[in-house]
């Protein structure tokens, strides 16, 4: 258990819908990281938080959005949903001062 | 951020030692070298962190030469459980504007 908590683990959607993914970070954990796993595929960095605020942006797409919250829980909505999207999405926290990603179990998006 | 270059995949037997090579030309003054390991439908776990000469830990060791251009991921003893990929990334440490890109990663395949 990496401390990490993704919701939800699965879920099925209809093309053009719109999906939300809740991450809680480790607790302490100030960094939250999104990427996208397609299948037999590589990680794609999507999006970094930092105690609120954006800090990197990878090759996210304009229907998604995140964001970071006081409590530093983050989501990352979908929106118009397309069949490519259907992926697992990683949450990802990291102590301050160290490199050492701590992934959750991921959330398996399918978009039917 | 520096490239990173892995092979593609390796076999091994149960056993053996396997050491994986990244190739790392542009890595920067203040880049670590971090490796992690994931295995299919679940995040990526972290191995090991360096910066220079050796390091070891209860899994793994990591060999960085001095020039830091290469560094070489070392599992001992493989068992059939350490069929993943295998990541090597390099970056700062720090909280903010670090993508923590990962590569395509080295497709390990363990045989009895």
């Known amino acids: 258990d990496s401390g990490v908590t993704q919701t939800p683990k699965h879920l099925i959607t209809a093309t053009g819908q719109r999906v939300t993914l809740r991450c809680s970070p480790r607790s302490g954990d100030l960094s939250v990281y999104w990427y996208q796993q397609s299948l037999d595929q590589g990680l794609q960095f999507l999006i970094q938080?930092?105690?609120?605020?954006?800090?990197a942006k990878g090759n996210i797409l304009e229907r998604f959005s995140a964001q970071q919250f006081p409590d530093l829980h983050s989501e990352l909505n979908l929106s118009s949903l397309e069949l490519g999207d259907s992926a697992l999405y990683f949450c990802?926290?990291?102590?301050?001062?160290?490199?050492?990603?701590?992934f959750g179990e991921g959330s398996r998006l399918t978009v039917l | 951020l520096a490239k990173t270059t892995q092979p593609i995949s390796m076999d091994s037997y149960e056993g053996q030692e396997v050491n994986i090579t990244c190739s790392h030309n542009?890595?920067?003054?203040?880049?670590?070298i971090t490796w992690y390991q994931q295995f299919p439908s679940q995040g990526p776990r972290f191995i090991i962190q360096g910066y220079k000469t050796k390091v070891t830990n209860e899994v793994a060791s990591l060999f960085i030469p001095a020039d830091r251009k290469s560094s070489t991921l070392s599992l001992p003893r493989v068992s059939l459980s350490d069929t993943a990929v295998y990541y090597c990334l390099v970056g700062v440490t720090n909280t903010g504007g670090f993508k923590t890109i990962f590569g395509a990663g080295t497709r390990l395949f363990v045989k009895a």
């Open positions: 938080y930092y105690n609120g605020e954006e800090r």
């Open positions: 542009n890595i920067a003054t203040n880049d670590y």
């Open positions: 990802a926290s990291t102590p301050r001062g160290t490199g050492e990603l701590f």
